[in-house]
């Protein structure tokens, strides 16, 4: 005790790789519940970057047990490279300090063909996916077609499981998208091989989660992707194919929802946005490029451009509430230092309408302008302040303002990538 779920609170990308990193000094165990190698999450320590697709970002802390939970869809090409990048730094010494639970399900070969395939199909009508095939090896855990690890590492019944599948899959390439069949040895060959790598690593996310519960352990969720690319809670069709509200974190690693004590949310103090879909505060001008380059807006996975705009309370709100926040961490804060002013976006106005709150329809929320307020900019650099105290007083006035809009406290504010450059508030594993 106690049980802390970090979550993103806006549409990705917020700085929870760093967070997490910081917060595992106090967890036993770090637990990825959701989501897969469409994540990159950055740690920077000292001088040195790291960038996390699969494996949670407590793994740079020796003796500290990472766990890839039951939700998490897995590629084992992705999966491997990662490891051998972090053994190579020295990272991840001893195989124990990771387990992936047996039920995570596989991202074939046809997920990412499926995935690339269609969306170049879709023309201007994409998504704008990371092509990592996740939505495709979502569909079909959902479709009950899924191929699981616990059947990847039976030879026999991995092969089984994958001759049922492929025919349709290969339809589909071919016949639909117009793409090359894959063959079911080649698959086979190259699977058998990952299984072995993969087998020792197995493990119950759920059962070793509940002793650790009973023993009373701190335990740290950490979120992929953000509230407004939730399946369910996010921007439709515009967003990922997993649950990244908080309450999937029970539903991605095997405990029940009694066991967590805080929900802490992370969000810059801008919002930037991968892909398409709907973005009231996105700015297209100068002062968009403004802020890309200021907070290297470019992507951890696919190196993507990212779209950038001001802050947006209406939308961090909808995550205060469909993650059930108790703590707001405000990251990248240091990004704004040179601006003379900066607007925050407090309502949006619909049809002469204002909005306090997200519209869940969007045909209403295609239609909504940002109302904004504007506050002084500080001007100078507070990349290594840490304490709030010392921070200028119109970036603390700026803080300030954030908060009441979102309607919940603030833990942390980060101002540069590396661990030392954040200011703990209250931090949440030590208040019970
Ligand atoms: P995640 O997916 O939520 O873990 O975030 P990413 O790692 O994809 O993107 C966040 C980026 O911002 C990374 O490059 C981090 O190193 C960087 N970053 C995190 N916090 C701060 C901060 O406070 N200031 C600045 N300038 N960069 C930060
Ligand atoms: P982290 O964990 C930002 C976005 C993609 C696309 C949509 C669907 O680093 O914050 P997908 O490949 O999941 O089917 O793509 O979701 N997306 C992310 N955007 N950060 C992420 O992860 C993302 N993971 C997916 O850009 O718009
Ligand atoms: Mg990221």
Redesign the pocket.
């Known amino acids: 005790m106690p049980n802390v779920v970090i979550v993103?609170a806006q549409w990705?990308?917020?700085?929870?790789?760093?967070v997490v990193d910081i917060y595992t000094e106090h967890a036993d165990e770090v637990i990825r519940f959701q989501g897969g190698n469409n994540?990159?999450?950055?740690l920077?320590v000292g001088d040195e970057?790291t960038?996390l697709h699969l494996i949670p970002s407590g793994i740079l802390h020796p003796g500290k047990r990472c766990i890839i939970g039951n939700g998490v869809v897995l590629d084992p090409r992705v999966f491997i490279k990662e490891i051998e990048n972090l053994k190579a730094k020295g990272y991840m010494q001893d195989d124990s300090q990771l387990v992936i639970d047996g039920n995570v399900h596989i991202i074939m070969p046809y997920h990412t063909n499926i995935d690339i395939a269609r969306e170049e199909k879709k023309g201007d009508k994409k998504i704008g996916t990371t092509g990592r095939g996740i939505g495709p090896a979502y569909e079909d855990k959902i479709g009950r077609r899924g191929i699981r690890l616990n059947d990847l590492i039976r030879p026999d019944v991995f092969a089984r499981k994958l001759q049922e599948v492929l025919p349709e899959k290969n339809f589909y390439l071919e016949k639909y998208l117009g793409k090359a069949p894959l063959s079911e040895e080649g698959i086979l060959e190259e699977y058998s091989g990952y299984a072995e790598t993969l087998k020792k690593y197995v493990g119950c996310s759920s059962t070793i989660l509940g002793k650790s519960i009973a023993e009373e352990r701190n335990l740290l969720f950490e979120g992929a992707q953000g509230a407004l690319l939730d399946v369910d809670h996010g921007t439709y069709p515009f967003v990922t194919s997993s649950s990244t509200v908080s309450g999937s974190a029970c539903i991605g690693s095997g405990v029940g929802p009694r066991c967590i004590d805080h929900v802490i949310g992370?969000s810059k103090a801008y919002v930037t946005r991968v892909g398409g879909g709907p973005f009231p505060t996105e700015l297209l001008d100068e002062m968009g490029d403004e802020l890309r380059n200021a907070?290297?807006e470019f992507g951890?996975t696919t190196g993507r451009p990212r779209r950038c705009g001001w802050f947006d309370a209406v939308a961090l709100r909808e995550a205060v509430r469909t993650s059930g926040l108790t703590g707001l961490a405000i990251?990248?804060?240091?990004?704004l230092n040179d601006l003379e002013s900066i607007k925050v976006c407090t309502a949006y106005s619909y049809k002469g309408e204002m909005l306090e709150q997200f519209p869940r329809d969007f045909e209403v929320l295609r239609e909504c302008q940002p109302v904004y307020e504007e506050l002084e900019g500080w001007q100078c650099d507070i990349s290594e302040v840490t304490k709030l105290e010392d921070l200028p007083q119109a970036a603390r006035n700026y803080l300030d303002k954030l908060v009441e809009l979102a309607g919940c406290p603030m833990v942390l504010v980060?101002?540069?990538?590396r661990r030392d450059?954040t200011i703990q508030v209250s931090n949440p594993f030590l208040q019970g």
Do not use: M
């Open positions: 993103g990705g990308d917020e700085g929870k790789g760093k994540a990159g999450h950055t920077v970057k960038i992370i907070g290297n951890s990251t990248k804060l240091d990004v980060s101002v540069g990538p450059q």
